[in-house]
């Protein structure tokens, strides 16, 4: 992303603030940008902190920096209030300025998964099971206007249906968010996610493979007028 930005505003620096909890993760990036001199345009400041964190923190600060582009890409599963989360961080944009969000389509198998077995598979202390559906929703109902976009995408998880199969299991863990599901799960449950996860609004029959439908939902927020 920083790299096409640059292609379109090459002679502008940038300040980057990254927040990122997780400290293995903030190392990876450190380590792909010192592999990369060419970045030196861009000044890093590395958050290790939550979503919420940095929120708090800079409230604390009474920071009055805006920002230009703030991406939010497959996160918002994670934070308490992904509502609030996005006032946050919509009230932070410059004139002009864009919000990226990114997170599995409703129309997706993941969302007609999260829609029967919320209940079952979300632990809400962990993720929120959130759609790009459930933002356009909420975004509606606060009247705040946004452009959506589509990125299709799909995976093979014909293993799933083979008893025992490690990557099978693995997969379904991956689907579900639980681990071991396949052991942990009463029967009934386990056989309605299957019979869920080969169902056409899921995943579709191609060439012998159980293909499931993994579409990306894009949503882009303006400043708020």
């Not at 999260?114 to 559906?133: A, D, F, M, P």
């Not at 169902?199 to 303006?222: M, R």
Request: aromatic share 8%; net charge negative; glycine share 6%.
């Amino acid at each position: 992303m920083l790299d096409e930005l640059h292609k379109k505003h090459p002679e502008v620096t940038v300040d980057n603030e990254v927040v990122e909890p997780s400290s293995q993760q903030l190392h990876n990036y450190k380590v792909l940008v010192s592999q990369k001199p060419e970045l030196n345009y861009i000044k890093f400041t590395w958050n290790k902190m939550t979503a919420s964190e940095f929120e708090e923190h800079w409230k604390l600060r009474k920071l009055t920096k805006k920002a230009d582009f703030i991406h939010m890409i497959q996160m918002l599963y994670y934070v308490k209030d992904p509502g609030a989360t996005i006032s946050f961080f919509q009230s932070l944009l410059d004139k002009n300025g864009k919000l990226l969000i990114i997170l599995v389509s409703g129309e997706s198998g993941w969302g007609k998964l999260w829609r029967k077995y919320r209940n079952e598979l979300c632990n809400t202390e962990i993720s929120q099971c959130v759609t790009t559906g459930d933002i356009k929703s909420l975004l509606d109902s606060k009247g705040v206007s946004y452009q959506s976009f589509d990125l299709p995408s799909q995976m093979d998880i014909t293993e799933c249906f083979t008893e025992g199969d490690e990557k099978g299991e693995l997969l379904l863990d991956f689907l579900t968010e639980v681990l071991d599901f396949s052991k942990t799960a009463s029967p009934a449950l386990k056989a309605g996610v299957l019979e869920l996860l080969r169902h056409p609004d899921c995943s579709k029959d191609s060439e012998g493979k159980v293909v499931f439908n993994n579409n990306l939902g894009v949503i882009v927020i303006n400043k708020p007028t």
